[in-house]
């Protein structure tokens, strides 16, 4: 059975929501963020990044988000969440999810990670009266030039799905009016219908 | 013919040597960064990121390093690249090179490309000054956890090797000494020997 380790309201939620969607047999695994659990021996041992997801399968432990989600997609082909058999498309659903982790992601962790790249107060002040800026140039360029829909990539659903629907619940903690963006508006809406979602939220939560 | 986008001195040489490996017909086309080339309408209408690389294709355009480099690794089995037809091996290189771009790049960038997350003068200043730190510890880890050795991977060339040797040549303008990570430092070395490197490096600055 696959463990998935997660935190609630980070971006594990997208391996989570990937692994219900795939109908995988797996467990989830809470770490406690609020009393440094990431950073204790026990977690390290399982991802020295002190980060989530980290995702333990027979064979080892992934981690990082776009690779959990495409191994999610090669492991379980019959729930169809990637173009596994068209390099150029496949490579189209990469291009969004790299983006998500390595532009839009980061954005948003100027809110509350800044001392990841700064220790003075100040600047860290200073970072996070950027963020609605930042985060909110991200998903304008979204909403005009990556989101096709009604899923990200068209007709079809794909592991863009869950990991942009995860970035966009955070968007009004870093006070981003989600109404500027009416694509990703609707996009997040249709997802939270979605009975998996449901499903890996409430397990989140509970 | 696959065209790429670049410019000198940026993540784009990842990709650029791996076309190189992988026999890919190709040519480059230079972005003059100096002349802010990268925001201009024409580029502009390439990638809306203003950002390189992007690799035009017969069926679009391509952005993103992980993306582009592993559709080279698909495109081209013959090169092996990549361990294409397992995904537990395959999700290993993709976390790889997702930790490369939305966690070590993003470290390097706050020394020249802080007013993304930040207007301040000061706040700019004190992120250039952590620079040294935060890029030496994503190195550190790479160092004990990631590296293998003799290639990233182990004994297997992959889509990985081209891209820690390209953030790699970034160590000493990042103020970090390389004589501190041995295995990275070899990794460099060896991979400055490949005549693939070596092709790609001169085409980008002749």
């Keep these: 059975m696959l463990e998935l380790f997660y935190a609630a309201h980070t971006c594990a939620l997208a391996s989570h929501i990937a692994l219900e969607e795939a109908g ?14 990431q950073r204790k021996p ?16 027979q064979r080892g432990i992934l981690t990082e988000t776009p690779a959990i989600l495409a ?25 969004f999810n790299s983006y998500l982790c390595s532009t839009v ?24 009266r950027k963020v609605p800026q930042s985060v909110g140039e991200c998903f304008g360029l979204i909403e005009r030039e990556m989101l096709a829909g009604p899923w990200v990539m068209g007709s079809a659903y794909t592991i863009c799905d869950p990991y ?11 006070g981003v009016d989600i109404a500027r963006f009416p694509k990703v508006r609707d996009h997040r809406q249709r997802m939270s219908e979605r009975a998996a979602v449901r499903t890996a939220i409430a397990a989140e939560l509970a």
Tied chains: 1, 2.
């Design 42 to 57: 026990e977690y390290l041992a399982i991802n020295p990044k002190g980060r989530v997801p980290a995702l333990v399968t």
């Design 164 to 174: 942009l629907f995860t970035l966009a619940q955070w968007l009004d903690g870093d």
């Design 105 to 128: 992601h980061v954005a948003h962790a100027h809110r509350m990670r800044g001392s990841r790249w700064v220790d003075d107060p100040a600047a860290i002040a200073a970072m996070q």
């Design 24 to 37: 995988a047999d797996y467990r989830i695994v809470r770490v406690d963020f609020s009393s440094d659990g």
């Design 71 to 95: 191994f999610v997609a090669q492991t379980y082909p019959g729930a169809r969440l990637a173009p596994l058999d068209d390099p150029f498309a496949f490579a189209g659903v990469q291009a």
